[in-house]
């Protein structure tokens, strides 16, 4: 009777133990650690351990048991498959799910725009306040002529990527490699320039080079798409009477530090850049253009325009002769420079 009562007694202690087994299994695995979504974002470092990641993780509460998530991830074989970036969790995933996006790699990803207009320098720095890549390395890889070379742009690019790195909106991860998204930028230059581009420049008797170059100076002349056929019209009109373009976006680009204040000196430097001295395009872009500037470089307007001048609003006066464009220098300009430089 004792024998009996005490199997009796065991099988039920064994039936309550693997019950309440079974439970705390359930309550880990598949019970998420909140009842409340709260997103929360974790940086994994390059070469963090798994334990070190589990750590984190529940500290921030996203799993619930650091050891229970390492043994999940030592079962499934994934223990040394997660990987380094920025994820963003929310408290009411299971740690299957949290390991599931370790493994693959399902990082935040930033919407980041780059305004047309912007140079190397700029967007370097833009994505440097924004932590995704440090500027140093971005602006050590766009000059590198292995890289340039690997991007298939050794015969296009000057000695940086300045001209190529097409402004537009990217999604982007923290601490991506700088190569990963200049190629990215790169290869949506590439789309949309290409065959046209090119083609067309061909039979205007420039190289696609100049053509971009081109583009460059008239993305810093104007942001109105209207007038960028004109202002290209003036440029190509100069370019074949053998002017000086007189852009002062190009004197400014050689400018080391421009402090912001063009000045007669400045003018009157002589750089690689300075179209006021020297006749045809400078040697490089000297930003990186939108779509619209790289059609308009090489669609020029039909006018037999050679000057144009600001009218304070953000528009342009064009003109045919020196005449005209005196007058509308004196009636645009409050305080015309009596320094013997007359802009375009």
Request: with cysteine; aromatic share 10%.
């Amino acid at each position: 009777m004792d024998h009996s009562f005490r199997n009796k007694f065991f099988l039920l202690s064994l039936g309550f133990f693997l019950l309440f087994v079974v439970c705390l299994l359930y309550w880990l695995f598949f019970v998420p650690p909140s009842q409340t979504a709260s997103s929360k974002i974790i940086f994994i470092k390059k070469g963090a351990p798994l334990k070190k990641v589990s750590e984190v993780l529940e500290m921030e509460g996203i799993i619930r048991n650091k050891q229970i998530f390492v043994l999940l991830a030592t079962i499934l074989g994934k223990k040394t498959k997660v990987k380094a970036g920025e994820y963003e969790f929310h408290t009411q995933m299971l740690p299957h799910e949290v390991l599931d996006a370790l493994v693959k790699g399902s990082l935040k990803r930033h919407l980041v725009t780059i305004p047309e207009g912007y140079t190397l320098s700029q967007i370097a720095q833009l994505l440097e306040d924004l932590n995704l890549v440090k500027k140093k390395e971005f602006l050590q890889k766009a000059s590198s002529p292995t890289f340039i070379n690997a991007l298939g742009l050794s015969q296009l690019a000057g000695p940086t990527l300045e001209g190529y790195l097409f402004p537009d909106t990217y999604h982007l991860f923290r601490e991506m490699d700088p190569e990963e998204v200049m190629q990215m930028m790169v290869h949506q230059f590439k789309k949309v320039s290409k065959p046209d581009l090119a083609n067309r420049a061909s039979e205007l008797g420039i190289s696609e080079r100049e053509a971009v170059i081109l583009a460059s100076l008239i993305e810093k002349e104007t942001s109105l798409s209207e007038e960028k056929p004109l202002i290209s019209a003036v440029f190509h009109n100069r370019l074949k009477k053998k002017i000086p373009l007189q852009s002062d976006p190009t004197v400014i680009y050689g400018i080391k530090n421009f402090n912001g204040n063009l000045t007669k000196e400045d003018l009157l430097r002589h750089t690689p850049y300075n179209t006021y001295l020297m006749v045809g395009l400078p040697p490089t872009p000297i930003c990186n253009p939108g779509k619209e500037s790289l059609l308009s470089a090489v669609f020029p307007a039909p006018v037999p325009y050679l000057y144009f001048v600001s009218k304070n609003d953000g528009s342009h006066h064009f003109s045919s002769d020196m005449g005209e464009h005196n007058q509308a220098v004196w009636k645009y300009q409050k305080y015309p420079k009596k320094n013997g430089l007359t802009k375009r």
